[in-house]
């Protein structure tokens, strides 16, 4: 049986789910996404992926053509059209709508409302267990004046780029710092290193996404007394750390044992990395 696809309102089998060649999402990548994940048949941190895909898309000055509420409905509805799929993960996409062969929205209408769930795994259990091997892109992440890392729109040739370096060079992921040369995220997830027991991320200012795991993360680390600091970090500090790990909707809490041919720690995922996973993994298997 093939996918149903949520496309303005309306589900659809997938190959019959289409959207305009003139569509500025795909002549420019004008438009915004949300990456959710599924546990239990139920979408994980709904709300706020809602909210943020709004920020997003007020901040390229899109007008979703829905209200928050019935957006959360219609992902909901997606997932039970599809609850006998092998599903476990949740693409929201709006983009500008159909136009003409310019640049400018103002001739565009309609932006499209996309959910699609289906299947999703970034990385080998075997990663999560052992953890990545990561390195440095030379690619630096969008300078946050020109195009910035907070909105997450359907432009993602920034991350691509360092995807490309990454894969090529061998390795599942990349590090990409920001224009002043600090740590700014992963190509697709938010990072996040341990020293002495306490946390280190780079704060939002650094150029990044503002991850919905990041934040669970966050929490969960001081739940269980731990210091969380949001301070601009460099390669040095990743270097010399005891632990570092990735986090992301998609890609959960990953350890990284490797960051540029370094050993980071004793080069096995850390016991505060550990902690951490099985404190998510957990938070995400409650009612
Ligand atoms: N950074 C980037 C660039 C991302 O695309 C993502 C989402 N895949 C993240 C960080 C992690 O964000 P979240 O935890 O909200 O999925």
């Known amino acids: 049986m093939s996918l149903q696809i949520h496309i303005n309102g309306k589900l659809l089998p997938q190959e019959e789910a289409k959207i305009s060649v003139y569509d500025h999402g795909l002549l420019y990548g004008d438009g915004v996404f949300e990456g959710m994940r599924i546990y239990a048949g139920k979408v994980f941190k709904l709300e706020e992926h809602i909210e943020r895909l709004w920020e997003s898309a007020e901040a390229i000055c899109l007008d979703i053509p829905t209200t928050p509420e019935n957006m959360a409905a219609a992902v909901n509805e997606t997932?039970?059209?599809?609850?006998?799929?092998?599903?476990?993960?949740?693409?929201?996409?709006?983009?500008?709508?159909?136009?003409?062969?310019?640049?400018?929205?103002?001739?565009?209408?309609?932006?499209q409302v996309i959910i699609i769930a289906d299947h999703i795994e970034l990385y080998s259990q075997e990663k999560y267990k052992k953890g990545l091997e990561i390195i440095t892109a030379s690619t630096i992440r969008n300078h946050p004046a020109a195009l910035s890392p907070r909105i997450k729109s359907l432009n993602y040739l920034n991350n691509?780029?360092?995807?490309?370096?990454?894969?090529?060079?061998?390795?599942?992921?990349?590090?990409?710092?920001?224009?002043?040369?600090?740590?700014?995220?992963?190509?697709?997830?938010?990072?996040?290193?341990v020293k002495q027991g306490e946390?280190?991320?780079?704060?939002?200012?650094?150029?990044?996404?503002?991850?919905?795991?990041?934040?669970?993360?966050?929490?969960?680390?001081?739940?269980?007394?731990?210091q969380v600091h949001e301070v601009p970090l460099t390669r040095h500090d990743v270097y010399v750390a005891d632990e570092c790990f990735l986090t992301g909707s998609a890609a959960e809490v990953v350890p990284v044992v490797k960051v540029d041919y370094r050993t980071i720690g004793d080069g096995k995922p850390g016991n505060v990395t550990v902690a951490l996973q099985k404190a998510y993994h957990d938070l995400t298997m409650k009612p």
């Open 79 to 111: 997932v039970a059209a599809n609850k006998d799929q092998d599903i476990n993960y949740v693409r929201l996409v709006v983009t500008r709508g159909a136009g003409y062969l310019g640049l400018s929205p103002d001739k565009t209408s309609h932006p």
């Open 160 to 193: 691509i780029l360092a995807k490309i370096e990454c894969v090529r060079a061998g390795y599942p992921e990349a590090l990409m710092l920001n224009h002043k040369g600090e740590v700014a995220e992963c190509t697709g997830d938010n990072v996040f290193l």
């Open 199 to 226: 946390l280190y991320t780079p704060p939002l200012d650094a150029g990044l996404l503002a991850g919905i795991t990041r934040a669970v993360i966050i929490d969960l680390a001081r739940q269980a007394g731990r």
